[in-house]
């Protein structure tokens, strides 16, 4: 196979998925008071949700196989970040700087946390009548010499997203889901 045939090939393989249209049922603000009494605020945005077949095609497939399908899911993604700080932390706003740049400026690493308000669940309804919950859990926090153009100092935050996906109840049993 030559260098663009596999271009090619790759190319049908990331492009062969469908979208799937979803309703926001909860996207809420988790809330952290950080160990230098700032307010770090995170929302997890789910932005697309791609499958690899529909749910049609998956039933099909199953009741000519008369086994288990697995169905293939893929999430696109973004977490926001807030933060409200007490006055005595701010500083002069930072010129445009780069990324390794702000990830030079670390001067605190892994600041201690509370949780304020709960880790909450996130709640999508997909069109297809699969349900999804999502869980952003915040992970480490670092606080750079860096500023924002408030003056609030940027920090670094780390976090992981946990994922359950629910299926209509007439479909349990005959698919299982992927990512």
Same mark, same amino acid.
């Given at each position: 196979?030559?260098?663009?045939?596999?271009?090619?090939?790759?190319?049908?393989?990331?492009?062969?998925?469908?979208?799937?249209?979803?309703?926001?049922?909860?996207?809420?603000?988790?809330?952290?008071?950080?160990?230098?009494?700032?307010?770090?605020?995170?929302?997890?945005?789910?932005?697309?949700?791609?499958?690899?077949?529909?749910?049609?095609?998956?039933?099909?497939?199953?009741?000519?196989?008369?086994?288990?399908? +697995?169905?293939?899911?893929?999430? !696109?993604?973004? *977490?926001?970040?807030?933060?409200? #700080?007490? &006055?005595? %932390?701010?500083?002069?706003?930072?010129?445009?700087?780069?990324?390794?740049?702000?990830?030079?400026?670390?001067?605190?690493?892994?600041?201690?946390?509370?949780?304020?308000?709960? +880790?909450?669940?996130?709640?999508? !309804?997909?069109? *297809?009548?699969?349900?999804?919950? #999502?869980? &952003?859990? %915040?992970?480490?926090?670092?606080?750079?010499?860096?500023?924002?153009?408030?003056?609030?100092?940027?920090?670094?935050?780390?976090?992981?997203?946990?994922?359950?996906?629910?299926?209509?109840?007439?479909?349990?049993?005959?698919?299982?889901?992927?990512?």
């Amino acid at each position: 196979m030559t260098a663009q045939e596999d271009i090619l090939n790759s190319e049908k393989k990331t492009s062969d998925f469908k979208y799937v249209s979803f309703v926001v049922k909860k996207e809420p603000w988790n809330r952290y008071k950080l160990e230098d009494k700032s307010i770090l605020k995170t929302k997890f945005i789910l932005i697309n949700v791609t499958m690899a077949k529909t749910l049609d095609e998956v039933l099909k497939e199953r009741e000519k196989n008369k086994k288990l399908v +697995e169905i293939g899911m893929g999430i !696109q993604s973004r *977490n926001v970040v807030g933060v409200e #700080v007490p &006055n005595e %932390l701010r500083g002069k706003p930072t010129p445009e700087y780069t990324q390794e740049e702000l990830r030079s400026s670390i001067v605190e690493e892994d600041l201690d946390f509370e949780i304020l308000n709960g +880790e909450y669940w996130n709640e999508y !309804q997909l069109e *297809n009548g699969i349900r999804l919950k #999502v869980k &952003n859990t %915040l992970m480490n926090v670092a606080k750079t010499s860096k500023f924002d153009d408030t003056g609030a100092p940027i920090y670094l935050v780390d976090g992981v997203a946990t994922i359950k996906a629910s299926l209509p109840k007439s479909m349990r049993g005959k698919i299982m889901i992927k990512r």
